[in-house]
């Protein structure tokens, strides 16, 4: 999904992949191989021998042990290294994949291999779980929220954050809410939400999606915001006197929204023509199978058609905005 997605807006991608299944795992079952940290490793060195990684920005995401965590955190911190004199021309956007809805779906080691590596990202994406699992903070409310940003700002020296879906109970229903925030000079945040409609179906690989499209948005962001010396400057911050709506990270979430709400949406029109037309195969069997196939059956028809729809990633049919926090939504300290 995220390589497709990178290549649609016109990015040039070389993958890593970290996993080679058969089929997303959606679907609950499905064939293949892992990547040891041997092979993720082996992999970047073939890429450094032929002079090939001289990137821009490198995505990292799903990592499927603790010690495949660190190979990729390696290579890292080795391309920041290589850009280190020339400040704004790499970026790394780091998709944390630990868990969702209250539980971890990696191995305990894999939180704390996060931890040690995401001090050196200059962009994460943790959805709520993950977030609270960073910061140590349960998330109930938007004042929450804005403690548990702040202190991944603070431990883990991050300029970026977006926490890409939010439940509590004080947000509208039949809504998905994303929350971002770039640091000032002072370490304090600067928060921005963006407010979709939420659509009554499953999709897998949503994640990677919002990655994929963050990556070539933001950057296209900075690359025409007013102030150009943004794209010569370390983790491309903006200036303090920039507000939390008028930033990159705040347009280019907009961005990626529209596209992904385009996407799905003509998607989940096309998932409920199918599963009106098709009958499940077989009503013979046990109760068990026959939630097995009606399961495999959904899946299938919700598989996000970005090739299909790939002209909605770039130019979208509906436009969201962000949002500034208000004053009473926030911890006393920021108000």
């Given at each position: 999904m995220a390589s497709l997605v990178m290549q649609l807006l016109g990015c040039d991608v070389a993958a890593l992949n970290t996993v080679h299944f058969s089929n997303h795992t959606g679907y609950r079952q499905f064939k293949g191989t892992r990547a040891?940290?041997?092979?993720i490793t082996a992999l970047?060195?073939?890429?450094t021998q032929n002079n090939l990684t001289d990137f821009d920005v490198m995505l990292s995401g799903y990592a499927p042990s603790a010690a495949a965590v660190e190979a990729v955190g390696a290579i890292g911190m080795d391309l920041q290294r290589k850009a280190?004199?020339?400040?704004?021309?790499?970026?790394?956007?780091?998709?944390?994949?630990?868990?969702?809805?209250?539980?971890l779906y990696v191995n305990d080691d894999v939180v704390p291999a996060y931890k040690h590596i995401i001090r050196h990202a200059d962009l994460i994406l943790p959805n709520q779980f993950e977030a609270e699992a960073l910061s140590g903070i349960k998330i109930t409310s938007l004042a929450t929220l804005a403690e548990a940003i702040t202190a991944i700002h603070s431990t883990y020296n991050i300029p970026h954050v977006i926490i890409t879906s939010v439940q509590i109970p004080t947000l509208a229903a039949n809504t998905l809410t994303i929350i971002g925030s770039t640091t000032r000079s002072d370490g304090s945040p600067r928060l921005f939400r963006v407010d979709v409609p939420a659509l009554d179906c499953y999709?897998?690989?949503?994640?990677?999606?919002?990655?994929?499209?963050?990556?070539?948005?933001?950057?296209?962001?900075?690359?025409?915001?007013p102030d150009p010396a943004l794209r010569t400057t370390k983790s491309w911050v903006s200036r303090d006197d920039v507000p939390a709506t008028e930033l990159p990270l705040a347009q280019s979430t907009v961005k990626v929204l529209a596209s992904m709400h385009s996407v799905l949406e003509r998607t989940l029109e096309v998932r409920n023509r199918e599963m009106k037309s098709e009958a499940v195969n077989g009503e013979d069997g046990s109760?068990?199978?026959?939630?097995?196939?009606?399961?495999?059956?959904?899946?299938?028809?919700?598989?996000?058609?970005v090739v299909r729809y790939?002209?909605?990633?770039?130019?979208?049919?509906v436009e969201f905005r962000a949002q500034e926090w208000k004053k009473e939504d926030l911890p006393a300290q920021f108000r």
């Open positions: 040891t940290a041997e092979e970047y060195e073939g890429l280190e004199t020339n400040p704004g021309s790499f970026f790394w956007v780091l998709d944390p994949v630990m868990g969702d809805q209250g539980r999709f897998s690989g949503t994640g990677d999606m919002f990655a994929a499209l963050t990556v070539a948005r933001l950057r296209e962001a900075v690359f025409t915001a109760e068990e199978d026959r939630r097995k196939r009606a399961h495999l059956r959904e899946s299938k028809a919700a598989e996000v058609r790939g002209g909605l990633l770039r130019q979208p049919e």
